[in-house]
């Protein structure tokens, strides 16, 4: 199985504390990783590392930071198309740091949207890309890459995945192509206050299957709730839905081979969680991957 992830790619520079330091405060951390991030580069490792062919179309400059990224993803079998490779931009790089004893992480990153940063432009075979894809996952960070491949899934019948975790100003023109839409407790589109709301926004549309999740609590959908299992301990929640997204894209094609249906939807649903809650029980976003 094959799958296209479109969007964001950062470097992820992350820190476990004892506790978020206050103004002018200075303390050691317990522990310190670099890693690609990004909702786009997290869901495709998840997907490679549960067994799928991962295709990354992205963009993170050609700055020399942007090696580790090629490192980390290349090490997980994960094949990046990165688009701006020959220019000198940096990475956008998150800082994250994990409390220790919660798991909770606190992040600022510039999302790839820098001073200066010029859209990537699709590139020119992005229809044969996606045909030759078994799935489309979007995350609507570069909107000029997220609504071409979109759109030639819709017209070649692959199904879409949206990862929604918040709503931005691309986000709405995507939800036409959409198949599935997974989406935060964050998300808010304009007039919506509840899940209710977001659901329904989201099936008027256009989005086939809307769906929230919410951390532990259970995952939302029209037709009900898929209960998340508890991890044996919380070490670090960093990237959880973005592993959600990979595994379900990889639960979506080794379950459904003709249509989707509710049943199949608890069923995918209730597989992504499961690998999105061992995920949480030891720091980074790599370590549940070698456990």
């Not at 799958?3 to 820190?15: N, P, R």
């Not at 688009?83 to 220790?100: C, F, K, Y």
Request: aromatic letters at 4%.
């Amino acid at each position: 199985m094959r799958a296209l992830f479109v969007g964001l790619c950062t470097l992820d520079v992350i820190t476990r504390v004892g506790h978020v330091p206050a103004p002018n405060e200075k303390l050691t951390a317990s522990a310190q990783l670099i890693a690609a991030g990004g909702p786009a580069a997290n869901a495709a490792a998840t997907f490679a590392h549960l067994g799928g062919e991962a295709v990354l179309l992205t963009a993170f400059g050609g700055h020399s930071l942007a090696a580790a990224i090629d490192e980390d993803l290349a090490a997980l079998g994960v094949a990046v198309l990165n688009l701006t490779a020959d220019s000198p931009q940096p990475p956008a790089v998150s800082t994250i740091l994990v409390t220790e004893s919660t798991g909770d992480r606190a992040v600022a990153s510039m999302n790839g949207t820098s001073p200066g940063t010029v859209p990537p432009s699709p590139p020119g075979d992005l229809r044969a890309l996606v045909a030759s894809a078994d799935l489309v996952l979007v995350d609507a960070h570069h909107p000029t890459l997220a609504l071409p491949a979109a759109r030639h899934a819709r017209a070649e019948g692959i199904p879409t995945l949206l990862d929604a975790g918040s709503w931005r100003p691309g986000t709405a023109p995507l939800l036409p192509y959409t198949d599935l839409a997974v989406c935060s407790a964050d998300f808010r589109p304009p007039g919506t206050a509840t899940p209710s709301d977001v659901l329904a926004f989201l099936r008027g549309a256009g989005v086939r299957w809307p769906v929230i999740t919410r951390g532990p609590l259970p995952v939302l959908w029209a037709g009900g709730e898929v209960p998340v299992p508890a991890p044996t301990t919380v070490a670090d929640t960093l990237g959880a839905g973005d592993i959600f997204h990979g595994a379900l894209a990889h639960a979506l094609l080794t379950h459904v081979r003709t249509r989707l249906t509710p049943t199949l939807l608890t069923t995918i649903l209730r597989s992504a969680a499961e690998t999105a809650s061992r995920s949480c029980a030891s720091f980074g976003t790599r370590a549940w991957m070698r456990t």
